[in-house]
């Protein structure tokens, strides 16, 4: 039936602002608009816990799901380090990225919410029947080359605030200027918290997204308890 109506819904492209969704053996039916808005809403939800729950102290050095460790290119440098006694210059460093990490999605929400903002209602459509992280694959699959390229800036300056670039750095240093080492290594400490960044916070939109579809009470608002409801029980 769904695919009978998104064939439909393709031929009928300048009626969307007036097109239900009535065709659907449904007692209650929503719009195309309701429903758009309802998936951009459940990911700005989530959007918003994901922000709340990871920018605070230890949001992600207190959380074992999001904790950075260190890149696995700089492992070698970990252990040579830790071997010697220098054990607490690493921990500073991997301290000091978390905090990097729990300052800087705090800047991202205007970042994600842009995202959202340029879902179409076509999208909206395909991803409202889908399996409980529909609306998140969809997200990740479309923005995150996007949000990679404004969230680095931010994450950069999160790092320096934090001092994290200069403890890695230092760690990298002492590594490379040992007279046994014969490959310098630099792993790429902004790309590697920025990945780790955007990772946790889409996990955490994926887990928002998951609750408000099977979860009544997680639904906020009207538009969210309409389609949301209309969705669990179609």
Excluded at 188 to 203: E, G, M, N, Q, T
């Amino acid at each position: 039936m769904l695919k009978r109506y998104l064939i439909a819904f393709s031929l009928t492209l300048g009626l969307l602002s007036c097109e239900t969704l009535s065709n659907l053996p449904m007692s209650t039916t929503i719009t195309q608009a309701e429903a758009a808005q309802g998936i951009r809403e459940a990911l700005d939800q989530g959007v918003g816990r994901g922000i709340s729950l990871l920018n605070k102290e230890d949001g992600f050095f207190g959380n074992q799901a999001y904790k950075l460790l260190l890149p696995q290119e700089a492992v070698k440098i970990e252990n040579t380090l830790r071997q010697i006694g220098m054990g607490s210059l690493v921990d500073k460093a991997i301290l000091q990225i978390n905090r990097s990490a729990e300052d800087a999605v705090g800047y991202a929400r205007p970042i994600f919410l842009d995202a959202i903002k340029q879902m179409t209602i076509a999208d909206a459509i395909n991803i409202i029947k889908g399996p409980k992280d529909a609306a998140t694959q969809y997200f990740r699959e479309k923005t995150t080359s996007k949000l990679i390229a404004a969230f680095t800036p931010i994450i950069k300056g999160s790092l320096d605030k934090f001092s994290a670039t200069k403890y890695y750095g230092d760690m990298i240093s002492t590594y490379n200027n040992f007279p046994t080492t014969m490959n310098k290594l630099n792993p790429d400490l902004p790309s590697y918290v920025v990945d780790k960044a955007v990772s946790a916070l889409f996990d955490q939109v994926a887990q928002e997204e998951a609750n408000i579809r099977a979860n009544p009470v997680a639904r906020t608002t009207d538009i969210l308890k309409k389609v949301f409801g209309w969705a669990a029980r179609s």
